[in-house]
């Protein structure tokens, strides 16, 4: 009687382990995403800069050294 037992706790030992690991692994995926967003907006922003300046050196005609 004492293996089962044995057995069923290390089972649910097992999967409650699972379960904290699953919910770090969710933690730093949002926190990644959050990261992701971020950094797409700046590089949004980078590109409409570089875009507008662009823009206005083409219209004087002037070229970079």
Do not use: D, H, N, Y
Request: glycine fraction near 10%; hydrophobic fraction near 55%.
């Amino acid at each position: 009687m004492f293996w089962p037992m044995l057995a069923i706790a290390l089972g649910f030992l097992g999967i409650a382990v699972l379960g904290v690991l699953a919910v770090k692994v969710f933690l730093e995926v949002q926190r990644l995403g959050r990261q992701v967003a971020v950094t797409t907006q700046r590089i949004q922003r980078a590109a409409e800069e570089l875009e507008t300046a662009a823009g206005g050196l083409a219209r004087t005609g002037r070229s970079l050294p």
